[in-house]
């Protein structure tokens, strides 16, 4: 059994503590991420497992905007993404119900 460091969060500051918690919490897994990425030879980022597997760069893609839905959407309550933003985004990652698919569904 490996051991797990603790992680502790310091929320970030100019936002509400609560926000500002879940912003430090993003930004701590997206640099333990990019960590593990800068190990993986870029080959791999397309390949897709034979048993019908997502590759890591749709899941990637997938928690990108999943996470630009919770800033937009939850927590600044925009009715829309910004342009600039739909730009990097040009996939729906939501049906018609608004339910997450698989992004493989949608690329």
Partial sequence: MSQRDNLIITPLSGYA???GVWLAALQDARQRTLRVLAKIESQWLD????DGGESIG???YH??????DWLYVEVLQAASYPPEINILFPHDVRD???KLTS???TM
Avoid: H, R, W, Y
Wanted: glycine residues 4%; aromatic residues 4%; proline residues 5%.
């Fill in 17 to 19: 503590s609560d926000v």
């Fill in 58 to 60: 749709t899941i990637l």
């Fill in 63 to 68: 928690l990108a905007v999943i996470e630009a």
């Fill in 96 to 98: 018609n119900d608004g």
């Fill in 103 to 105: 992004v493989s569904d």
């Fill in 47 to 50: 390949f897709i497992p034979q």
